[in-house]
């Protein structure tokens, strides 16, 4: 009999299984104009749980629409990648 291989739960990551574009529309406006915000922060900007917004927060990173920094004392902001920004003004701006 084959055996096998589990998978160290340290090592799944967690992805979205479907997107919520009221959610995206959110966080993209809420970058828009209120760029270079910690995750936690957003977070609670944003009404959502902090693993929520890890995840939508990864997927707007792997398509570019937002860029990761660090702030002098070496926390993770989050910002709009130019990428998002046009995205932005394209799809959301009249709202």
Partial sequence: ???EKMENPSQIK???KRIDWKIVRRVIAFLYYDGGIKKTNMAMK???SYDRCVLYLDWLNAIDLIK???DEDG???ISL???GIEFYKRNF???
Avoid: P
């Fill in 1 to 3: 009999m084959k055996r």
């Fill in 93 to 95: 701006e009249d709202i």
């Fill in 75 to 77: 926390f993770e902001l």
């Fill in 81 to 83: 990648s130019d990428k």
């Fill in 14 to 16: 967690r992805q979205l």
């Fill in 46 to 48: 944003c009404t959502m």
């Fill in 68 to 70: 990761k920094g660090l």
